[in-house]
């Protein structure tokens, strides 16, 4: 019982710290594998007495998870991408993630070079639920892929 409990407390913490983060970088396929995971083990210990339920729930969620975040990740990254090669000195566009439905909207500035790469400053605001977070940063092109920093 007490395994039992100090999972679900290192779950739990687990949790509550993955939401402090507010790094734009932060991959949503990690944060699927991390949420996906906590509540596999969660499910796993509520459907079973076993020992090995929460390992396996954990594992299972955690592959779950992984994959809906990649996906996001995948999508988020070729739409930021096209709005960053438009040839225009500004240039904006908006999308629906269709994994989560969180809308954006990108807008890009003129371009720049620095250290001989081709780099352009952005601002990407994020809705959901009616909530909204603004995140501003640089990209920069290196070996063909957009950089955001």
């Known amino acids: ?25 932060t991959s949503n396929e990690n944060t699927g594998r991390l949420i996906g995971g906590v509540g596999g083990a969660l499910v796993g210990n509520k459907v079973s007495d076993s020992d090995a339920a929460p390992v396996i729930g954990a594992v299972v969620g955690s592959y779950i998870g992984g994959e809906l975040g990649r996906n996001k990740d995948q999508q988020n990254d070729k ?21 989560d439905q969180t809308q954006y909207t990108m807008t890009v500035s003129q371009p720049y070079q ?30 063909g892929v957009w950089d955001m920093a």
């Open 114 to 143: 620095n250290s001989g790469k081709k780099c352009r400053p952005f601002t990407i605001k994020q809705s959901k639920g009616g909530a909204s977070t603004v995140k501003n940063g640089i990209a920069c092109l290196d070996n």
């Open 79 to 99: 739409q930021a991408a096209s709005t960053l090669n438009s040839k225009l000195a500004k240039a904006s566009a908006s999308w629906v993630n269709d994994v």
């Open 1 to 25: 019982m007490k395994i039992r409990q100090s999972i679900g407390v290192l779950l739990a913490c687990s949790v509550i710290l993955s939401g402090c983060s507010n790094d734009p970088n």
